[in-house]
């Protein structure tokens, strides 16, 4: 562990221990410098925290709820399991809270265009959401690849007025939409503003995302102290980038007696290629303007990656992660393609709750970490989005499971 207070980061350079900074083209380092200032102007401005706030509670429904999942914790035979549930808020995610206060920022930074990047589609439906809340028009690149399995949230982004633009490059997945974003935020800084989704990129993105979506533990921790009495023993989320595990897990990292637990995307199996399990598998490196841990082949070039999870399906990790994992602070694992598609079936079957496929991985950590502790402890698990989005893919993965299809 790190002599300090784990919280105590980015320093003044975007840096969290060795990991975030700055590594890209000269001409993106005037909007990082402008973004830096404008967010900590506004973090200094009561006026934009309050409407910040109002519009958490009157838009998006906060604060989401802390529900005991009775049958869950029954079915683990151990400790109660909490959720708290963001698939609750509008938009069905997490995803809103971080978009709607970057689109705030973007109007006082008086540009009137926002652009993003989006893999499940919930990063991208909150951007088009809050595009269209604040009158800015707005482009999202996706992958064709998720473009096809995520079919609704793209019919709901293009609804709101918002271009989706499909990504054919790579394997045509979030790291290529990523790239594609990046790319044409390069030439387009002067109006436009890029709303990355989750706490990966050059600073100050990893900070403010963070700090945005921090909502969510603050809730937890006030909501917790009200039902039971005292803070859970354990608190476990989903890591693709990382931003609802980072929001969740930051309020809580000083707290020594509270175990943080990230899962990552073990995929179909533990060769490269097969996983996105970037914190077990991958080693330091720069993808998207940060260094922080990337899975990479012999080379040095970023790896191709699989999960059935399509906001999972990402070669890094937020460079805050990869600070939280050196120090021992959080610590990380990893979910089966299988495991959480019947994790998906469990929690829809004993609570009624169909959970994002990104969230079912942490379904099933959040079942093996209750069965190993008494009755008396409490695991509170971030249930960062509801299912709808992935039913027309789940069913057809059980269909090919039923014919001995290979999956994809």
């Known amino acids: ?24 083209p000269e001409t993106l380092m005037f909007a990082l410098e402008q973004l830096d200032r404008a967010y900590k102007d506004a973090q200094a401005d009561p006026a934009f925290l309050a409407e910040f706030d109002r519009r958490l509670q009157e838009y998006v429904g906060r604060p ?8 869950l914790t029954a079915e683990a035979g151990g400790a109660r399991i909490y959720l708290k549930r963001e698939d609750l808020n509008h938009t069905g995610a997490h995803k809103i809270n971080n978009a709607l206060g970057q689109a705030m920022l973007t109007k006082r ?59 054919s490059s790579g394997s045509k997945t979030l790291k290529d939409a990523t790239n594609e974003a990046m790319r044409e935020w390069m030439s387009t800084v002067e109006g436009t503003h890029y709303i990355i989704g989750s706490v990966v990129g050059p600073h100050p993105f990893p900070m403010m995302v963070r700090d945005f979506q921090s909502v969510i533990g603050r809730e937890t921790i006030e909501q917790s102290r009200e039902l039971f009495g005292r803070l859970p023993d354990a608190v476990v989320a989903c890591v693709g980038g990382g931003s609802n595990a980072a929001g969740m897990f930051y309020p ?45 082949d012999d080379d040095g070039q970023t790896a191709d990656v699989h999960s059935v999870s399509a906001g999972l399906d990402y070669p890094g990790v937020g460079p805050e992660h990869s600070y939280w994992r050196d120090s021992s602070r959080v610590r990380y694992c990893n979910v089966s393609d299988q495991d959480a598609l019947d994790a998906f079936h469990l929690c829809a079957r004993l609570e009624g709750i169909l959970p ?36 027309a893919e789940v069913a057809r993965l059980m269909a090919g499971r039923k014919t001995g299809a290979k999956p994809d």
């Open 64 to 71: 989401s709820r802390l529900y005991f999942a009775e049958r």
């Open 252 to 296: 809580f990292v000083d707290e020594a007696g509270v175990e943080l637990v990230g899962v990552e995307a073990g995929g179909r199996n533990k060769e490269r290629g097969q996983h996105a399990a970037t914190l077990t598998f991958g080693a330091p490196g720069v993808l998207h303007g940060s260094f922080s841990y990337v899975l990479q």
């Open 109 to 167: 930074m008086g540009k009137s265009r926002v652009i993003a990047e989006t893999g499940a589609g919930m990063h991208g439906v909150a951007t088009a959401t809050a595009a269209a809340l604040f009158g800015m028009t707005c482009r999202v690149y996706m992958g064709e690849e998720d473009i096809r399995r995520q079919e609704l949230n793209v019919f709901r982004m293009k609804a709101m007025g918002t271009e989706v633009f499909p990504v």
């Open 1 to 24: 562990m790190t002599s300090a207070p784990v919280s105590h980061v980015p320093d003044a350079r975007g840096r969290f221990g060795p990991y975030g900074g700055r590594f890209v």
């Open 356 to 391: 994002a496929l990104e969230t079912a991985h942490a379904v099933v950590e959040t079942m093996r970490e209750a069965a190993r502790r008494p009755k008396t402890d409490v695991v509170v698990l971030c249930f960062s989005g509801r299912g709808d989005k992935d039913c």
